[in-house]
């Protein structure tokens, strides 16, 4: 099993901090010569010697990895200076293409610990390529994302002189599998994986699909051409799995995602595991046994860089060296070279809910199940921090079920918002942790400590806009009414799909850039700067104001498309810059959206919510689709016993007695019971005095002043008891409480 990376003293002193994590992977070796990376491929000797091939944006390092701790360079060619540099290996030669230009190297490796360039070929067949694929059993390479369309190279006649010998114009395309007389490509650009035959690169497209982003990076098939892996490159793109087994009529399986704001870049399939660099997650492995359930199996976060839509991180992977080793390159951190060994523990968590509970502790249990009897669980943590400040950690411990582990989280002082993990350790030291990210503290489970209030809430179903106003310079296409999913459909974007709302989250309504109804086409204009603003919403007793909303949108990378939110004109987000401006944002549905507005909203009565669209002449996606849209305030919670409950403490039986009550919430709804008991007891969140079994004796609603009175007959039968009285209040779904009030009856 997976051996630690760090002591555990060291992990509890810098919790969800550390720059790589792994999840069942054990790093090997690391080498970073402190350039800028990019593709990462190999090479196998026959003798049994191994090599790692990693790009940079000016050459090519190769690396003898025959002992996987003890990398060492065995050679670096330099090259046009480019971002994107692709690596391929066939018979003992390594092919290597670029977006600079140049043509195509050609590396032998017949020493592979003195590799010789042979020389650069194709310079006349294209000006930039983006990639190069292989078909190893054909012996034909595919030059494809050129500005001459998709070239096929015969290399088997001279590999070092080879031979075009087809193109291919029909869509862009940015990454193929080539295998068994079919060709797999991704066509990043219509969002598309489509198959077609390699007999002849003008055959009719076999079929073709929009995968769930609809910005298709790369395709790899499994080894019997019948299970086809797909990534999409933008902020929350998934990797999808097709049964392509006939390829005429591809089926979804089932799409994966470690974290609903990353990006995956790279997948390859070997046996039931897809092994995948992932940016900013690292190497993620995924369990295909069951193709209609993906799920993850191990992880290695390569990068220093948080989770969310960037590009820093692990570029390429190569999972295919005969020792079973795993090549990733990290666009900051070089070669890395790992060894995947499974989990050692799993771990199951019901999350701790919401609470006015100030006082604490809130009790807590897990399940961690060891995997091996001989490596049992050691120990597990929890670690938590307040309000978005500095973690701090409690042990938990055994408890009397099987495999269970309970815990007392401290309380909290409201309103706070509480994030909080688990971290379990094994005997030889693998960890484990929930939520199941790439790396501990990536998400958390959260709660909140106080009292939750409704400052706003509009579902778009009203008969008219309840003062939302929209407009703007160019075409102001803001719209309310139903969705009809149509973006993607207008000539000027041809083969794509970019996934607009087909439906409300709730109801029927929503809010978005053309609803794509009658000639509407779905998708926002060009050149246009509109807005859709709120009406003056009412926050002077909000605390920790957050925006909610649902969100279905898609919209091209900054600096060319801008989707923006605005609170009373301060910018609080607005959609990433893309890389060299080629990526976009793509929500797959509907997705909540939270934005903290509190250094904005609390205490001000009048705050306005505004969505904005600017975009360029070039490329306009389906824009905003906005639904649910709240104004949420956390509360403190109010001290127990601020209702002042008065009356006879010692009432003769059969006597006529009243009871009043006073400072509670104007207008609010209130019970008056009692119980033999009070050792405290807790409903909805709040602190009682009472302790069940209790009786409720009357109810009604409370005078504008607060106040209110119950009168009573105390029973005949009733003397010689102690009982004891509370008075409880709601107003807007929250409670308040009297003192406690003892009453011996005579």
């Not at 993850?296 to 839509?309: E, I, L, Q, W």
């Not at 582990?405 to 993990?421: C, I, K, L, M």
């Amino acid at each position: 099993m997976a051996s630690r990376l760090l002591p555990f003293a060291a992990l509890l002193l810098l919790p969800a901090l550390l720059p790589a994590q792994g999840d069942g992977v054990v790093l090997l070796a690391k080498v970073d010569t402190g350039a800028e990376y990019n593709d990462i491929w190999g090479y196998a000797a026959p003798d049994g010697r191994e090599y790692a091939i990693i790009g940079t944006t000016s050459g090519t390092y190769f690396y003898n990895a025959t002992d996987p701790t003890a990398p060492f360079e065995v050679g670096y060619f330099s090259g046009p200076t480019s971002t994107w540099r692709d690596i391929k290996t066939w018979d003992h030669y390594a092919y290597i293409v670029t977006e600079g230009g140049g043509g195509m190297q050609i590396i032998d490796l017949a020493n592979p610990d003195n590799p010789v360039l042979v020389r650069t070929w194709g310079a006349s067949k294209w000006g930039n390529a983006h990639n190069i694929a292989m078909d190893e059993g054909a012996g034909v390479a595919y030059v494809c994302g050129t500005n001459n369309g998709m070239l096929a190279i015969d290399l088997t006649q001279n590999p070092e002189n080879p031979t075009h010998i087809g193109t291919y114009n029909r869509e862009y395309v940015h990454d193929l599998h080539p295998k068994d007389g079919l060709a797999h490509l991704g066509e990043i650009y219509g969002g598309k994986y489509r198959i077609i035959s390699t007999t002849s690169l003008n055959y009719p497209t076999q079929d073709s699909v929009t995968t769930p982003g609809a910005f298709t990076h790369n395709t790899w098939v499994n080894e019997n051409n019948t299970l086809c892996i797909t990534t999409d490159e933008v902020g929350g793109g998934r990797v999808a799995l097709y049964d392509c087994s006939n390829p005429g009529n591809i089926q979804f399986l089932d799409d994966f995602s470690v974290n609903n704001n990353t990006i995956p870049h790279n997948a390859f399939i070997i046996g039931n595991y897809a092994y995948m660099s992932w940016y900013t997650e690292g190497l993620v492995v995924v369990d295909m046994s069951d193709s209609s359930d993906l799920k993850k199996h191990a992880s290695y976060d390569t990068s220093p860089y948080s989770p969310g839509s960037g590009y820093e991180g692990a570029w390429g992977c190569y999972p295919f060296s005969p020792s079973g080793v795993i090549y990733i390159s990290d666009r900051g951190e070089g070669l890395h070279i790992l060894r995947v060994e499974g989990p050692a523990m799993t771990i199951a968590h019901q999350p701790l809910d919401n609470t006015e509970d100030q006082s604490g502790p809130y009790q807590m249990s897990a399940t961690v199940s060891a995997l091996e009897s001989s490596n049992p669980v050691a120990s597990v943590q929890c670690l938590y921090r307040t309000n978005g400040g500095s973690w701090q950690n409690f042990a938990m411990a055994p408890g009397s079920g099987a495999d269970e582990w309970v815990g007392a989280f401290p309380g909290q002082d409201a309103p706070a918002t509480v994030s909080y993990y688990l971290l379990a350790e094994a005997a030889d030291g693998s960890l484990e942790w929930l939520p199941d990210t790439t790396a501990p503290g990536d998400l958390t489970f959260d709660f909140i400590v106080g009292r939750i209030e409704t400052v706003y809430f509009n579902d778009f179903e009203g008969s008219t806009d309840e003062g939302f106003t929209h407009g703007g310079t160019g075409q102001d296409d803001w719209q309310r009414g139903i969705p009809a999913g149509k973006s993607g459909t207008a000539s000027r974007h041809i083969g794509t799909s970019w996934y607009d709302p087909t439906h409300a989250f709730s109801g029927n309504n929503i809010w978005a850039n053309d609803l794509g109804n009658g000639n509407y086409n779905g998708s926002y204009q060009p050149n246009v700067n509109n807005w859709l603003e709120s009406p003056a919403i009412d926050c002077s007793q909000s605390t920790r104001t957050t925006l909610n909303f649902q969100r279905w949108m898609s919209v091209e990378g900054a600096p060319y498309d801008h989707a923006r939110i605005r609170v009373n004109g301060n910018l609080v987000w607005e959609n990433p810059t893309g890389f060299v401006g080629t990526f976009h944002t793509v929500d797959v549905g509907w997705n909540h959206h939270v934005i903290d507005i509190s250094n904005l909203a609390d205490g001000n009565p009048s705050v306005t919510i505004r969505f904005e669209m600017l975009s360029d002449n070039v490329m306009e996606l389906g824009g905003w689709g906005i639904d649910d849209l709240h104004i949420i305030s956390i509360q403190d919670v109010p001290d127990v016993d601020t209702i002042a409950l008065t009356g006879p403490t010692s009432p003769a039986a059969g006597s006529s007695v009243t009871y009043t009550f006073t400072n509670g919430p104007p207008a609010g709804h209130w019970w008056l019971a009692y119980s033999l008991n009070a050792n405290g007891s807790t409903v909805n969140g709040h602190s009682f005095n009472l302790s069940p079994p209790y009786v409720v004796v009357g109810q009604g609603n409370l005078d504008s002043n607060g106040s209110g009175s119950l009168a009573k007959t105390i029973p005949s039968g009733a003397a010689g008891r102690t009982v004891f009285l509370e008075v409880a209040a709601q107003k807007n779904s929250i409670l308040f409480d009297s003192n406690l009030l003892q009453v011996d009856i005579q």
